[in-house]
């Protein structure tokens, strides 16, 4: 059957056929399958303890898919253990990329892949290289694995002495790959509320988020330079940027939560406090889950938190946003403007003109379409302002935080998420295609002073 599929696929198709080749709306094309195919088995009365609707179904997939975690129904008590596996393929899939998990099944039954599927790949991986691309699938799919094995022997380990052996085995697979792919579902309401206090357990699904925002070039480029100076600039910035950000806000939440009693004040010692805090300062760069209640967080907090899920995680990884890396060369780029400097530079190394403008493209669309999002949903939801807009870069980001509006989104709001959702998953890549392959322009025009600021 899958020989077939790929056989069909790689026809060669005439001239006309190729040009009309799109991979950014085969990928979409792609996720509106799966999103449909879960739909429909979600809606199966085998996969819930009492019926849903359609369109709880279609908004559970699509968060499973695009890795977001936002949910209208509780995941533990509404669907059954086949709706919970559902969901688990429905994340594995989405997390990895479709195209993933398409070109390993290629190459290992033989198959040598058609020019369609190298650029299909390319734009799944964000990669400038075809060659790199098919590599980055066994990469991509071998680290994926391997961290998950760790990560459920580990967690298991934890939950196997309160739940059994059984449920405790089932936990630490559901959270692993959860939290692995950046997902944020959780098997209770509160999420990971009853384990604020547990280390073991809180910095086990820490570090599979972050392992899994971090992205394979990363930890595979650490595996295999296990130091500092041997590593390049890209993986030092990604390290660097993720470590400051992660210290930043933990610290931030710590001081803005502290006193809070429906918060870190509701917690004894400052070692639970401190957990706490970079838990949730943690998380928000497309995690999804939490240990505090995210609707009692001060407004503080909560502004903080739109700017983490904005930025996301690294390029090539499980998470959203604009990226960090984004985020650190626009950082740098107004640096190097106030400095006097015209070139963007890190550790010796400069930036290419593409890429800081191609850093802008990614921020300018992110912003418009949260705005869009937020415009639509104050429209269309009865909530505070505070909480739509935490709704709507949450779905961008793919983060799955919510404070407390998705259950208030009324059928034109659940749309407008799953929209934002499958934009905020799809829309880099698609960003990827558009300024790798396209049409370049041969004609300079003379320059002009236009004011600015």
Known sequence: MTARLFDLVGKKPGPAKQRRINPPRLLLQSFLVLIGLGAALLKLPVATTSPITWMEAA?????AVTVTGLVVVDTGSQFTLFGQLVILTLIQLGGLGLMTFAVLTALALGFKLKLQHQLVAQEAFNEISLHTARRAGASIAGFALTAELIGIVILSSFFVPELGWSE????GI????????NAGFALSPDSLSEYVTHPGITLSVTALFIAGGLGYIVMMELVEHRSWRKLSVYVKIILGAT??????????VLVLEFANPETLGALDSFTDKLLAAWFQGTTPRTAGFNTLDIGALTAGTSVLMLLLMFIGGAPNSTSSGIKISTFVILLAATRSFLRGNLKVSFFRRSLSQETVLKALATATLGMAIIF????SLS???NDEFLDIAFEAV????TVGLSRGTTGELGTVGQWIIMAVMLIGRLGPLTLGYTLTIRRKSHVQYATTEFPVG
């Not at 559901?174 to 792919?181: E, L, P, V």
């Not at 869009?372 to 415009?375: E, G, I, R, T, W």
């Open 59 to 63: 908004f559970t997939a699509t968060s």
């Open 168 to 171: 405790g085995i089932y936990h």
């Open 174 to 181: 559901f959270y692993t790959i959860s939290a692995f792919n």
């Open 243 to 252: 470590l400051v950000l992660n210290i930043i806000a933990t610290l931030a």
């Open 372 to 375: 869009l999002a937020v415009f």
């Open 379 to 381: 429209a269309t939801v």
């Open 394 to 397: 949450s779905a961008f980001g």
